[in-house]
């Protein structure tokens, strides 16, 4: 029998929701306080201060349980969006496609949301959301969530994990796992499919055999969700450290044949053409030696790459690299034609595409310059991009296992450039000092109360 945390009044501004009834799964799971970002603290305590019921809630809690270092802390109040801008000065709502409230402290944000139920669907045979912003109970809040692992609550008053999904079992045996039919839930967001196989790869869990099957049954319905949300999710499987063992995943559940079908095309041509095709191979294998090399990138350096370093390591195995003597506008066209069809199928921002090519066009400029004359050095080390290519220019080293000294040659220019101004070039150019006029008659400052 699972002993419950203390209840919380209801909150007085929700007289039609029902009063919490007390969480009817397990709770259990003591997270240590001392890792609870404190201004997330502040926001649960002076929530429940003002009667409300409040908890920390999601990614945190899971990433916590697991000790595992949280992204950012979440919020789950039964306060309303106004309710929680009215008890913070430093809040502000914000959110379309439902409302919910950021705490500001400096640069960090405590998003705070207001316990919701899970969405009716528009009553015809499709269950795609469209409208989510009714507001519910704290179990309802846990029930409209994606995976069991991610509807979590931590009660700060008891020190107890509230779990009405038997989310932490999932957690003890590493499964991710829909709350709910998983068909149901992958056909309402079909985002949701992503998601998952984001949580197995990073957290190093297996797709719980149900959710799994409803995966790849569903797997067609994934182009219904907005391209926006899609790419976004994209952009986070690669940035996220587990890069090689999501796009695997996302291989075998054949969802990107549905996301990214032109690109497995070209992958295909290119593996033909070179006479690498094999039973079984769907992309150039050195893919797989990049995604790991930012995999190990992303560990080492705890940052996250950009959009357009990620779209330079998903074209490069494409890229055809015999460059020498083209005019940069022809190998401009070609790497534009190359990543066209995807770019308009995903609504790839211009910025990080153009980005994406400057990243691909200096690594082989940084190869060719390492000999080059200094003044053109030097313009490509002021670059606004060139921070993006060296980090584009580290991975491809990792990966293809070559251009070591190139990378040193460019990281040495790289410190330089941040130290300002290089020493050696100060003393080139000595700075004009400007001479205080000679006060006639007069003495220096430093003379001063000398006699
Ligand atoms: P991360 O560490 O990547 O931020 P997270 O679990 O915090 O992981 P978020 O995308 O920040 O993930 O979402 C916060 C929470 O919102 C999730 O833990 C989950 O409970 C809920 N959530 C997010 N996306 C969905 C969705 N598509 N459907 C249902 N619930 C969702
Ligand atoms: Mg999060």
Redesign the pocket.
């Known amino acids: 029998m699972v002993s419950s945390p203390t209840p919380i009044p209801a909150t007085p501004e929700l007289t039609d929701v029902p009063a919490w009834p007390g969480p009817v799964g397990a709770s259990r799971g003591r997270l240590s306080p001392r890792d609870i970002d404190p201004d997330a603290l502040k926001v649960v305590r002076k929530l429940l201060a003002g009667g409300h019921e409040a908890y920390l809630?999601?990614?945190?809690v899971?990433?916590l349980y697991l000790k595992r270092l949280?992204?950012?802390f979440?919020v789950a109040t039964s306060a309303t969006p106004e309710a929680i801008r009215k008890t913070f000065r430093n809040s502000r709502i914000i959110g379309r496609r439902f409302k919910l409230a950021h705490v500001f402290y400096g640069p960090k944000i405590i998003e705070t949301s207001t316990f919701r139920t899970a969405p009716e669907s528009r009553g015809d045979d499709d269950p795609l959301i469209t409208v989510d912003n009714e507001w519910g109970t704290v179990e309802d809040d846990a029930r409209?969530?994606?995976?069991t692992i991610?509807?979590l609550f931590y009660d700060i008053a008891s020190n107890t994990v509230v779990d009405f999904v038997d989310g932490l079992h999932d957690l003890d045996r590493g499964v991710i796992r829909t709350i709910g039919d998983p068909v149901v839930r992958f056909q309402e967001?079909p985002?949701?499919m992503i998601?998952a196989i984001?949580?197995a790869a990073?957290l190093d869990f297996t797709i719980d055999d149900e959710t799994w099957e409803a995966l790849l049954d569903t797997a067609g319905d994934i182009n219904k969700c907005s391209r926006a949300r899609l790419l976004e999710e994209i952009y986070?499987i690669f940035r996220?450290g587990a890069a090689r063992r999501s796009f695997e995943l996302l291989l075998e559940s054949r969802l990107l044949h549905e996301i990214m079908p032109s690109y497995l095309a070209l992958h295909r041509e290119r593996l033909v053409e070179a006479g690498k095709d094999r039973p079984g191979r769907e992309v150039d294998p050195i893919l797989f030696e990049l995604l790991d090399a930012l995999d190990e990138h992303t560990a080492e350096t705890q940052s996250v790459a950009s959009n357009g370093v990620v779209l330079a390591i998903l074209f490069a195995p494409l890229v055809d690299d015999d460059w020498s003597g083209a005019p940069r506008r022809t190998i401009d066209r070609a790497l534009e034609e190359l990543m066209n069809e995807f770019s308009v199928a995903l609504g790839v921002a211009r910025k990080d595409r153009e980005l994406a090519r400057e990243v691909l066009v200096a690594r082989h400029r940084m190869i060719d310059l390492q000999r080059g004359s200094g003044r053109r050095r030097s313009t490509l080390a002021q670059r606004q991009h060139f921070h993006d290519a060296l980090v584009f220019l580290g991975i491809c080293v990792r990966a293809y296992r070559a251009g070591g000294s190139e990378l040193q040659f460019w990281q040495r220019l790289a410190a330089q450039a941040t130290r300002g101004p290089a020493e050696g070039e100060r003393r080139a150019r000595p700075r004009k000092r400007r001479r205080r006029p000679r006060n006639r008659g007069g003495r220096a400052a430093g003379d001063a109360g000398s006699s």
Do not use: E, L, M, S
Not at 57 to 60: E, N, Q, S
């Open positions: 809630v999601g990614g945190c899971r990433d949280p992204k950012d979440d409209r969530r994606d995976f991610n509807a967001d985002v949701r998601r984001k949580f990073r986070k996220g």
